[in-house]
């Protein structure tokens, strides 16, 4: 369409540091890639200095163009460099628990890294409810994981977390009342 119609929405660009009269994209880089193919000369486009990594993400998470694992990744380097998760939420526009949702993501235990690696797991917070009862039952999770036919869903995740509950109350009234764990 670029090549018939032209770009209709401006791209962002910063001046480049490095070198004078030079522009780093900002946004947009698909709309001047697809003018360079089409040809085209000159494009519309406007300054913005002020263009932060917080800019880039925003815009992508309001078109649902990030993966969990691109989001996980970016906020895992804004707490790299100092940042709280309430100062990356207000950034981003996301709750605090969005933000600790994603962070999960960055150190999941072996088996649940397999799952979501491998697209099995990807809805962020299947994945948090897996980590919540890894941590209770690890065996388990890993067993049920284990079985490539079960589905990982929401619902399934809910079943196994509502089977384990029951499994470790069922384990604390068959304790012998008179035994301490040591």
Do not use: C, M
């Not at 940042?83 to 999941?108: N, W």
């Not at 009862?133 to 284990?146: G, I, M, N, S, Y």
């Amino acid at each position: 369409t670029i090549k018939d119609r032209g770009v209709k929405s401006p791209i962002s660009v910063r001046e480049n540091p490095e070198v004078e009269g030079r522009y780093i994209i900002n946004h947009g880089a698909r709309r001047y890639r697809g003018s360079k193919w089409a040809e085209k000369t000159a494009i519309p486009a406007f300054i913005d200095n002020d263009y932060n990594h917080a800019d880039q993400v925003i815009e992508n998470l309001q078109r649902n163009e990030l993966t969990p694992r691109e989001i996980a990744d970016f906020i895992g380097r804004e707490l790299a460099t100092g940042k709280k998760k309430s100062e990356i939420a207000r950034e981003i526009g996301k709750s605090p628990a969005f933000v600790t949702q994603h962070v999960t993501l960055l150190d999941l235990p072996d088996p649940i890294a397999k799952a979501f690696n491998t697209g099995r797991a990807n809805d962020v917070t299947v994945v948090n409810e897996l980590v919540t009862a890894f941590k209770k039952k690890p065996q388990e999770v890993t067993d049920w994981l284990e079985d490539e036919n079960q589905e990982i869903t929401r619902g399934s995740v809910k079943l196994l977390r509502e089977f384990l509950d029951d499994k470790r109350k069922h384990e604390d009234d068959d304790r012998d009342p008179n035994t301490v764990d040591v």
